[in-house]
């Protein structure tokens, strides 16, 4: 699933982020990507065994560890995006299934057909092989301004996300 249409939905909707195999490192795309849904108005849910906390919040080993953490919080996991190996991505959709989350994102480079349709027939929105910072900056925010391609081809302006 990657239409316009279906990518705004998703990224209007999941506010509350589970980044698998976010880096603590700067200079990682995952560590620039999560800063980036951070400062426009997303929740980041760092997971990653090897951290303590990442971009000002507490990491998680699992993705079940973070919801059951968000759960006492009376928050809950909208998305499990994906920084981890296309082979790793079966027992990460698995937990997103068990969570409830509504979306299982998969970054560029990632596209576990399995997984996707598992979490497709739990349904879950998926989506392979794509960025959420760059779709994110392509659909609501100003890449078209900057002359960049975008695609999107609309007499309307668009829509942007309330923060």
């Not at 700067?26 to 760092?46: C, D, E, L, N, T």
């Not at 790793?88 to 989350?101: H, K, L, Q, R, S």
Request: proline fraction near 6%; aromatic fraction near 6%; charge should be positive.
């Amino acid at each position: 699933m990657s239409s316009i249409h279906d990518l705004r939905r998703i990224l209007g909707t999941c506010k509350t982020i589970a980044v698998v195999g976010l880096s603590p490192q700067w200079h990682r795309p995952s560590f620039f990507a999560a800063k980036y849904m951070q400062a426009h108005g997303y929740r980041i849910v760092p997971v990653n065994p090897t951290a303590t906390e990442i971009l000002g919040e507490q990491c998680y080993p699992s993705v079940t560890a973070a919801a059951e953490a968000l759960a006492a919080q009376g928050t809950k996991i909208d998305m499990v995006d994906c920084f981890r190996r296309t082979e790793d991505i079966p027992p990460i959709a698995d937990e997103a299934i068990a969570i409830g989350a509504k979306c299982l994102w998969q970054q560029i480079g990632v596209m576990n057909e399995d997984a996707a349709a598992k979490a497709s027939a739990a349904g879950l929105d998926t989506v392979m092989d794509r960025c959420v910072k760059i779709e994110h900056a392509r659909l609501f925010g100003g890449l078209g301004w900057a002359g960049v391609n975008t695609k999107v081809i609309s007499a309307r302006r668009p829509q942007h996300l309330p923060y």
